[in-house]
C-alpha cells in the first residue's frame, strides 16, 4: 500500500524508494545488486521516517524508540545515528535526497516511498507477483515506461554498473568510508559559507575523501560544485577549473546517475562552454529527480531569468531559499533576482534576513548600499560606504551617490579612484558606474574591455545601473552570442 495524502503507511516487510529496498526482517539495504546491513539505531531511525514519509518525526520521538531506559547522551547519540544511516545511504544533511533535518526539531523523509508486504526471498517468479501486488512506480525518471520494462531495465542497470563499483566485503559495499564521510561533512559546511578560503578548504576535503574512498559518488559531485564555484568567482582559471568540473561531474554520475547534484554541475559546464542543448538535457534530468533540490530550483531560476521570466525566476528561487532556509547562498542569489526585477522593498526584506544568517558578511553592505542608491537614498548610501572594505566597491558607491546627489567634482573623483582599483578587463563597475551618470559612450567601451565571463553573467543583462543602455541600439550588440563578440577589439577605455 503507498501512502496517499497525509496517511501513515501500514507496516510491511520492505519499504522501497529511489531504488532501494529496505528489507525489514534481515535489516538490510539494497540496490542494484548491492547491499548493506544497517546497525540496530540506524535501522530504527529509517523505518520510523519511511513509516510517515513526508512528516515531521520528533526528535522527542526517535530517542523514544532508541532508548527507552534513558541512560545515554540523546541528543549526541540521536545526531551520531543519523549520520550513520546518511553514510549508508550516501546521503547529505546540507543537500538531502532522502533524510530532511528540521533544525532542533527533528527529521522527515522527503523521498518517494513505496511498499511490499510480501515474503522478499520468493525467487524471480515470486518478486516479480510481488512487484505487481504493491504497485510498485517506475522511477521519476522513467514514469512513462511500463512496469515490465522498468523491471528489465533494473537487471540492466545492475549489470551494467557492477564494473563500476569497486568490490568490497558485504557490510561496506555502499557505505563510504569513515573517514571519506568525516570529510565529506566538513566540506559541505564550508561550502556553504562560500568564502574563498572555504570554498578553498571545502575542495581539499572533497579530494581527501574521494582519494580515500574512489566509490563516493557523492563526494565527487561536491568537488565538482567546489570547482564551479571556484570557476565564477574568478578563483581559479576557467580553462584549469572547467575541466575539472565535468570529470568530477561525469565521475558522480558513473557511480550513482541518479545524483542531481551532479547534473546541475554538468548543466552549469555546459552552458558555460557553448553547449545549451546539452544543459537544457541535464538540467531535465536533476529536475526529473529532485525538482524540490535547492541546487536544481537555483538553476531553474537562471534558466528563467535568461529568458526574461524574472518573476518567474523570484519564484523558483524563493522556493530555494525555503527549502534551505540557512543557506546564505540561495538567499544571496534571492536578493539579486528581487533586484534585477525592480522589487527592491522586498530585496531588502530578505538582505536583512541574510544579515541575520551572517552578519560578518563583507558583501551586505555592499548590497544594502546598491539598493540605497536606487532608491533615491544617496546620503544614506554614502554613509554606509565608509564600511565597505574593498575600494573598488567602495568607489563605485561613491561615484554613484555623488552622482544622484548632484555633486559632480566628488563623482568624478570617485570615478577615477574607482578605474585606478580596477585592473582594464574588469571594468563592469566602471560601466555600471558611467551608465547611470548617462555616459553611454564611454560605458560601452568599457563593456566591450571586459572579460569573457562577464558577458555571460545575469546581472549584466539585468543590472539597474546598464538601464539608460538597454534602449540603445549597441546593446543587442552586446547581447549577441559570445563568439560574435570576441571579434571584436578589447582596449581599456580612456575614461576622462
Not at 547529505?92 to 515474503?119: H, K, M, N, S
Not at 525467487?123 to 504493491?134: K, V
Request: include cysteine; charge should be neutral.
Amino acid at each position: 500500500m503507498v501512502r496517499a495524502g497525509g496517511a501513515r503507511v501500514d507496516p510491511c516487510n520492505e519499504y522501497r524508494f529511489d531504488g532501494w529496498r529496505l528489507i525489514r526482517p534481515s535489516g538490510e539495504l539494497a540496490k542494484a545488486g548491492r547491499q548493506i546491513r544497517l546497525q540496530s539505531q540506524p535501522l530504527q531511525i529509517l523505518e520510523s521516517l519511511l513509516a510517515q514519509p513526508g512528516e515531521l518525526v520528533t526528535r522527542e520521538t526517535l530517542i523514544a524508540r532508541l532508548w527507552p531506559n534513558g541512560v545515554v547522551d540523546y541528543d549526541t547519540a540521536l545526531n551520531s545515528a543519523v549520520r550513520r544511516l546518511r553514510g549508508a545511504l550516501g546521503d547529505c544533511a546540507d543537500a538531502p535526497r532522502y533524510i530532511e533535518t528540521i533544525p532542533r526539531r527533528g527529521y522527515r523523509f522527503i523521498g518517494a516511498v513505496e511498499l511490499q508486504a510480501a515474503p522478499v526471498d520468493a525467487g524471480p517468479a515470486g518478486a516479480i507477483a510481488a512487484t505487481r501486488a504493491a504497485g510498485v512506480r517506475a522511477p521519476r525518471w522513467l514514469a512513462a515506461a511500463t512496469i515490465l520494462l522498468a523491471l528489465t531495465t533494473v537487471a540492466a542497470v545492475a549489470s551494467s554498473l557492477a564494473g563500476v563499483f569497486r568490490l568490497r566485503p558485504v557490510a561496506a559495499v555502499f557505505a563510504p568510508d569513515g573517514r571519506a564521510y568525516e570529510r565529506h561533512e566538513r566540506a559541505r559546511h564550508l561550502l556553504d559559507q562560500r568564502t574563498h578560503e572555504d570554498v578553498e578548504r571545502a575542495r581539499q576535503y572533497f579530494e581527501e575523501a574521494v582519494a580515500i574512498d574512489p566509490a563516493f559518488a557523492g563526494a565527487w559531485a561536491g568537488l565538482a560544485s567546489a570547482y564551479w564555484i571556484e570557476t565564477v568567482e574568478g578563483w581559479m582559471p576557467a580553462a584549469q577549473a572547467l575541466p575539472r568540473v565535468r570529470d568530477a561531474a561525469e565521475r558522480a554520475l558513473a557511480l550513482d546517475p541518479q545524483l542531481a547534484e551532479a547534473h546541475v554541475r554538468l548543466a552549469m559546464y555546459q552552458r558555460r562552454t557553448g553547449n545549451p542543448a546539452g544543459s537544457a538535457e541535464h538540467l531535465a534530468k536533476a529536475s526529473a529527480l529532485q525538482p524540490d533540490d535547492p541546487l536544481v530550483l537555483s538553476l531553474s531560476a537562471s534558466s528563467a531569468a535568461e529568458e526574461g521570466q524574472l518573476d518567474a525566476a523570484v519564484e523558483l528561487q524563493r522556493r530555494a531559499v525555503e527549502r534551505k532556509p540557512l543557506s546564505a547562498v540561495h538567499r544571496r542569489n534571492l536578493v539579486a533576482m528581487l533586484t534585477m526585477a525592480g522589487r527592491l522593498q522586498e530585496a531588502q526584506v530578505e538582505l536583512q534576513r541574510l544579515r541575520e544568517l551572517n552578519p560578518a558578511s563583507k558583501d551586505l553592505a555592499i548590497q544594502l548600499a546598491q539598493l540605497l542608491v536606487l532608491e533615491g537614498r544617496f546620503d544614506e548610501a554614502l554613509d554606509l560606504a565608509a564600511q565597505i572594505a574593498g575600494e573598488a566597491e567602495r568607489q563605485f558607491i561613491r561615484t554613484v551617490a555623488y552622482h544622484g546627489l548632484d555633486r559632480k567634482v566628488e563623482s568624478d573623483a570617485a570615478l577615477q579612484a574607482l578605474i585606478r582599483s580596477l585592473p582594464g578587463d574588469e571594468g563592469l563597475q566602471i560601466a555600471e558606474a558611467l551608465a547611470y551618470r548617462g555616459e553611454r559612450d564611454q560605458a560601452f567601451e568599457w563593456l566591450w574591455a571586459t572579460r569573457d565571463a562577464y558577458r555571460d553573467d545575469l546581472w549584466v543583462e539585468y543590472s539597474p545601473f546598464l538601464q539608460s543602455l538597454r534602449t540603445d541600439a549597441r546593446w543587442s550588440a552586446w547581447l549577441a552570442p559570445v563568439d560574435d563578440r570576441r571579434s571584436r577589439p578589447q582596449r581599456r577605455p580612456a575614461t576622462g
